[in-house]
């Protein structure tokens, strides 16, 4: 296979992110051909030559369009805020570039379903940057599984929160504007839906409910403003495969930074998972005998790849922006035919919906269809 | 004050708890007469004479009615299965006893209705043993709460999973017949909602969600009835006090044994808490430096009364067990005319119409006022 | 068999937790006839007094020798400071009672070869009061261990600390006088040498290291006295058994409450304990898929007798207390001529003399043969 | 400053870590030219070739003293076998360049002396590869030190334990041979001692003992050889500041996997930190209202450097290859000139050389100055 050409269009935090896989992903793994970081695009041309130069891209540009159309480029990064993300992925699979764009698709679903359209379009792969289900435990849950470890899964819980908009005394910003979005719906939403279409497919019924810790928050002037936007979120499913279950979202929750808490319940056992543990999960079996059954709480190892590629070693750790390098190695093994474990236009548009019919659940107050949402007819 | 004679009916998990903590409360605390323990009922003479030598009863029957009107008696404990609630404690409250009556209160709201009714009547005291609000974990973060330390509560999550019913091949027993109530709903949620009653008060909106992990069981003869009961229930809240929540409840979760995981988020801080580890909770305040911020585990100790009255040094731990005597001493306290800790028939009441709403939430799919509810306007 | 009558001296925390276990034993275990409560000791009679009716005794008494001489008394529970225990102790044994003497047997070894003499010719049961080995957990571990669990152990690493000594600016007190004992190692060390025997039996060498975080302590008229006591002492063993290990104690570990950290290493697998969280036990075994292994936390539950007659459900927690009602029970089956589960006067001097074996080493700064100071050989 | 030219001997685990850092440290800090990877040396030219494109090096040869000696090299990352660092360290340093060895310095204590002259000699900077002090934890807890918020620290325990040597059925091999050393002594406890350095400075006075959990192993053909190295070692130490301590280490620790388990005991409070739980770290002050104090867990954040420069968001995780990447800015900055957190040969010959004094007392069965070794006046 001929070594890729790489674009990145943003330098911000993902932006890094992207950057340093394509940077690393042929050390880590050995056996890709090393990616050419061939143009970085960023919001001026100056910014773009000294953040190619830290990043290790050989052009930069001041000008995106330029760079989703460059000849040479194989595939874009898109990482700007989300609201560019639609028209910038539809440009590059016009271009005939494949695409690795950061998480949500769009802040609107038809935006998301144009996305979804152009990548059918254009044969190209339409990869989503969705960092947690590369996790090796997260792959590790999925075997346990589909190995009938914990038997058929039954009840699911998951929580995500943090505390950024912990503090009511932040100044208001744009996060609490409606125009943002809904607010810890699909600020967090996502990524636990991600988690559930990796792990067990699509939800079918869900009903919601939006909550704002904080009436307003102070401006930079003096007096306060109202906020617009919901910081907690949570939602009673039911999944396509049956099981029931809770998702709670909560960006004002002090004291969580990076929490994703995951309580899978079976019939023959239960896995517990929590990201800011992220290197360690737990499994309860009901084998053996009962005096000595407990959670187990198993680190990871290179019985877990793709942790080998990382560290021969168990129990040293990987980091969060080690899991970019490892959707970056599924994107190139997607791009080059292959089986990968990674979330698609296809996919994405899934979770979607499902955050659209949450919504639309919460201000309706009664359980809605996610399928009903699907083609457009509802809203 | 008097010794107070005491009666017990029933000698099952429960009647010895009881037993435990009335032969223990005067020496633990010291401040309190040591009770009397006059009178044990059971099923039979026999029985009834063995367990009192055990338990250290003076006299022994095999006719409740018996105890419950015997002039010598000034409290009743009522530990038989909740179907004998009813009719036990309107009988010792009619016959001018206190009465000390685990909870429900009752397995059908109105029979809950008639208790209260009989409770205002008697002029008596009306105790539910409501064990896990006695832990002084849950003293200390109604303190920390009044105490400002956590800011105005916006947000709770409460979690109670036990896994008795989680393997799918245990027989088919009463718990699963649509007689003995709704399931997991009434089984757990009225610990839950005790803890919500105790730390915040009531219970405004609620919709609920019911499941069934299994949907038959083995029977001895051979084949499989049909589940007629929800070991899962997972309910939206609105709290009285505005905060949002959910409580979920799972009596099917395989390696949990007694988790009752507790988490509330205020505008200054986060408290968490789980009853499995009864002996610690977790405290996060948003003050102080950013780079030393962090949950702190705090475990119980002289500092959180009562623990004093068991132990003089910390870290050493209470049992379940423990939390019945002191539950103990707050009834005494309360038959003196002081102020108590307690859950009285009052209060439990509300704790028994909030389940009857989350049911007919779950029935209809909506939200459900729970003060609709009240005095039988409601469905 | 008979009801024991029961006679208690001392009525601080131990006094307390000896009579609650007395109150409680018959109730809890079911199967012992309900001990008599019938004479307390204390410093006058009117405490005496008042102590009997909180803690339920019949008589009461200002003469502890009127008690270990009266004609009705079975057992003598002895809780006073430990400078009294072998006057006590020998006279009861003396006077044909069986006791039931808290840890350590005394302050100098030479008067705890005097009470194992006196025991042994009096033919009584001798016992020493060590909660810790009374853990549910505790019995289980050795269970894991006869069972070949984990293996051979080769190695021990046991640490105890508490924090009631960490602030340099407490008033100097008893503790810090050399007439108390060595400090931490006496303190403490008795009861990591209380689990070690109960588990593996004998240490056979020792090289002990002592030290004092605070040279000096405030005295209460000004001015400052020098400490004379180590509340650090951290000793390298090696077992009778062959492993090798370390204890190692601190009374001034800020933070530490009730710790008592237990790791055990063997050829199959690890046992992982802390009596800050006395209800769990982690356990690794080396077997099953490598993906699979973990630490597993235990809970205790009615599969870890005798937890069972406590309480009947899993999970649910004793407390410290409850550990000595499960020693009387073994005290009374030891009464009773059958085996149990008890550190005798036999075991005690084993630790005794290991306690004193570290502190010669500790002064000497070279290894010492814990045998060579048996039989009064050494000093 | 211009672009450092970088060569590397060796692709093994650190190899390629050394690799990863080299690539990404410009990405990640922004602050540093982007080094030049321009010369890889491996056993062969084939390797060095194949491996020179995976890991993004301009050339390669199969000669690592034409890699010393090329006048384009500035640095030179040494990640061979211990016993090749003495030789090739040296003749880097003598050819002018810069160096990067991996710890250990050498497997004999004057080889690294001899390391220690050459660099002394060569004006350059020495630098050794100790990963784990490098962790933005490690460098709270030298701030929080450093700031009295434990005040002065009186007792330290470090433990080292992991168990790829507790199978005692796995096959001798050559870390059980006298040659490669004494054991975990050496495997293990430089790092322990490197954090000792980093976090106090020096030991004054050792007592070691060391131990075997298995005396022999299988051998390929059948069966088994004597196991010469000992797996497990325990030290008892004194530091130069006064404080006691222990240092255990065993690397036959079933289910230990990367476990570093450090206590810090202080006047005014404690930290413990574990290194298989690299994100977080424990600090206990006894401030604040007794009822609420308790260790509190920080989650890494962008509060502590440098983990702001690999993300912006606290609580998602650096992983054991970050650390590496701080390394790698750090040894930059000592090349440009500036104070560096960075353990030199200066350093590290401290640490060689306490590893001996520990080995001498394990021997002898008594303490050791570690002074008194320094210069070979040493027994």
Redesign the interface.
């Known amino acids: 296979m001929k070594s890729l050409n790489i674009g990145l269009i943003g330098t911000g ?1 993902m932006g ?1 992110c992207h ?2 896989a394509w ?2 992903v ?3 793994f ?1 056996d890709v051909p ?1 990616p050419r970081l061939a143009m970085l695009a960023e919001a001026s041309q100056d910014l773009a030559e000294k953040k190619a ?4 891209f050989a052009r930069a540009t001041g000008d995106w369009r330029s760079l989703v159309t460059d000849p040479e480029i194989d595939v874009v990064s898109i990482t700007t805020p989300n609201a560019f993300h639609p028209e910038m992925a539809i440009a590059a699979l016009e271009a005939g570039k494949h695409v690795w764009c950061e998480k949500p698709m769009a802040t609107r679903l038809p935006d998301a379903e144009r996305m979804l359209a152009a990548a059918r379009a254009s044969g190209k792969v339409p990869a989503l940057g969705y960092n947690y289900i590369q996790n090796p435990i997260v792959r ?1 849950i999925r ?2 599984i589909d190995e009938d ?3 058929a899964v ?2 699911v ?1 998951i ?1 995500m929160d ?3 908009m ?3 005394e932040e100044l208001f910003y744009w996060k609490s504007e409606a125009t943002s979005g809904h607010g810890a719906l699909d600020d967090f939403g996502v990524h636990a839906l991600s988690l559930i279409w990796t792990l067990f497919g699509g939800v079918r019924r869900v ?1 919601g ?1 939006m ?1 704002k ?2 009436a307003d928050r102070p401006v930079r002037d003096g007096g306060r403003r109202t906020v617009e936007t919901y910081d ?1 979120a ?1 939602t ?1 499913i039911e999944l396509d495969n049956g099981a ?3 998702i ?1 979202l ?1 960006r ?8 994703i808490f995951v309580q899978l ?6 896995i ?1 998972y929590d990201q ?5 999960v ?5 084998d053996g ?11 990871t ?1 290179p ?2 790849p793709p942790y080998d590629k ?13 899991l970019k390098i490892i959707e970056c190695r599924e994107l190139i093994r997607r791009i080059e035919g292959d089986a990968a474990h990674l979330i698609t236009f296809e996919d994405g548009i899934r979770i979607e919906r499902t955050v659209d019919a949450i919504a639309r659940s919460a201000r309706s ?3 809605v269809d996610v399928a009903a949402g699907e083609g457009g007819q509802a809203v």
Chains 1, 2, 3, 4 share one sequence.
């Open positions: 935090y890094k950057a340093l940077n690393a042929s050390a880590v050995g090393r130069h830290e990043l290790g590790l075997r346990l470890r914990i038997g039954n009840h819980r929580e943090e505390d950024f912990a503090d009511p009903c409910h909550a810790p904080y907690i949570t009673l029931s279950g809770v709670a909560n004002s929750a002090w004291g969580r930074k990076g929490r319940f079976g019939s023959k056992g239960s517990v800011e543990r992220m290197n360690e737990q499994l309860y079996t009901a005998g009962k005096e000595t059954q407990g959670f187990r709480t198993i680190l190892s019985h877990h990382f560290i021969p070693a168990p129990g040293h750790g990987l980091g969060f922006n080690d107050g009664a359980w």
